[in-house]
């Protein structure tokens, strides 16, 4: 009787040491628990989800985003923590976040490569200029300090266009906003593919 009543207290603070552990683990486990605020600013134009404000996430939090502008022509892009992303997608949330939606913006100095056969490359800067992100005037390097032609966005398709102040007055460009590639032409004939990088 005294083993039998010896092993019913064991059992008991058996039973009770593990409570008490599985407190303890939930109890821990709140109090390592991992947040963080994730701060979203919206350009004027533009809607879509998450709104616009500062929210406080778990860690590993997915947060799912849809942006698109009003002017369906004019295409949006998702600056995170200075990382760009297309207007939509499924962040996961690791760290303090700044969210920038905004309209693609390639207004700046890049270096722009054209294949050109089985000759070199031709390789120059231009820089891309205008009042607003969608369209504007262009400097190339090759003609410095004048207006060597006109650019503009329309949907996801970047067009520049030279003037007659250069010497490729009935040259075009055009491709792709996100990637920077595509084809440029001499008038309507297709020439050869080009590839630009942002300096």
């Not at 309209?103 to 070199?120: A, C």
Request: overall charge negative; charged content about 25%.
């Amino acid at each position: 009787m005294q083993v039998i009543g010896k092993f019913k207290s064991y059992k008991v603070l058996f039973f009770a040491l593990i409570i008490l552990v599985l407190f303890a683990f939930n109890g821990c486990k709140n109090y390592l628990q991992v947040a963080y605020e994730v701060s979203i600013t919206i350009e004027q134009g533009i809607t879509g989800t998450p709104e616009e404000g500062t929210q406080v996430y778990d860690e590993f939090s997915a947060i799912d985003f849809s942006y698109e502008a009003v002017d369906p022509t004019k295409p949006v892009e998702v600056n995170v923590n200075g990382t760009t992303f297309e207007g939509s997608g499924t962040l996961t949330v690791h760290r303090d976040m700044e969210i920038a939606v905004r309209f693609v913006d390639l207004r700046g100095t890049w270096e722009f490569t054209l294949d050109n056969g089985s000759y070199d490359d031709i390789v120059f800067q231009l820089v891309i200029d205008g009042a607003t992100p969608f369209s504007g005037t262009v400097d190339d390097s090759r003609w410095p300090g004048i207006n060597d032609g006109e650019w503009k966005i329309e949907g996801e398709v970047l067009s520049i266009e030279y003037n007659e102040n250069t010497d490729w007055n009935d040259y075009n460009l055009k491709g792709s906003v996100r990637s920077m590639n595509g084809t440029y032409y001499l008038g309507e004939t297709s020439v050869d593919t080009w590839k630009a990088t942002r300096i």
